[in-house]
């Protein structure tokens, strides 16, 4: 089983510079979102999305965008990169009804320079 | 805001239980108490989950007061492989609502 698979698991990126974090799960989960970590610290919720087309912002949505075209795909883009978003980036997926429990992707490590 | 409030840090010797513990004075009818672990710069880890019975698996167990307003996790044999984040998550039962961290326990298990 895949789970939830995020690529790259490493991006070194330029300030200015647009890029896509890839996360794709194949559990047919309906709820998926995005976490940013910094150096020790807790996670903090980018976006979430309860559906294929539904998106919402979490907590620290600023200088991000996502979509929602497949139940299977939630990637996250950075259109313009800045210094401050050089932090590891983990999406999640888990069913939407019920108590499920979110299954988590093992990271991006992305650094902006 | 996270709802919970959890020590800092804690350590445990190898083999023996570890209890750690959580405050969520706060929590309200329909809010189950989650438990995740983070070993290093691994994504997190479900742990278990329980509304306000005792709850108990393969990992560990949970045990919840009777006014539900804290709870403690133990790992009944510690390894040094338990050594990790913990983080203690109150979440309503509503479908949409997303899981939100707070800073959790770092649990250091000692040989």
């Known amino acids: 089983n895949a789970g939830v698979t995020q690529t790259p698991k490493f991006q070194v990126l330029k300030t200015g510079q647009s890029m896509t974090l890839q996360c794709a799960q194949d559990?047919?989960?309906?709820?998926m979102s995005w976490y940013r970590q910094d150096p020790g610290m807790g996670l903090r919720l980018i976006h979430y999305s309860v559906g294929a087309g539904i998106t919402d912002q979490g907590e620290v949505p600023n200088g991000y965008n996502v979509s929602r075209s497949t139940t299977e795909d939630f990637p996250l883009r950075l259109l313009s990169a800045a210094p401050s978003q050089t932090s590891v980036y983990f999406c999640?997926?888990?069913?939407?009804?019920?108590?499920?429990?979110?299954?988590f992707g093992d990271g991006t490590r992305l650094s902006i320079l | 805001d996270a709802k919970t409030t959890q020590p800092t840090s804690m350590d445990c010797a190898e083999g023996r239980a570890a209890n750690l513990p959580c405050n969520h004075s706060?929590?309200?009818?329909?809010?189950?108490v989650y438990w995740y672990r983070q070993i290093h710069s691994q994504g997190p880890q479900y742990i278990i989950h329980g509304l306000k019975n005792n709850e108990t698996n393969e990992m560990a167990s949970l045990i919840i007061t009777e006014d539900r307003k804290s709870s403690t996790l133990i790992l009944p044999h510690a390894t040094l492989r338990d050594t990790a984040v913990y983080y203690c998550i109150v979440r309503a039962h509503s479908g949409n609502t997303p899981l939100v961290f707070g800073k959790g326990t770092r649990l250091s298990v000692i040989a």
């Open positions: 999640a997926s888990r069913r939407l009804r019920g108590n499920q429990p979110q299954h």
């Open positions: 559990m047919n989960h309906e709820y």
């Open positions: 706060t929590i309200s009818g329909n809010e189950y």
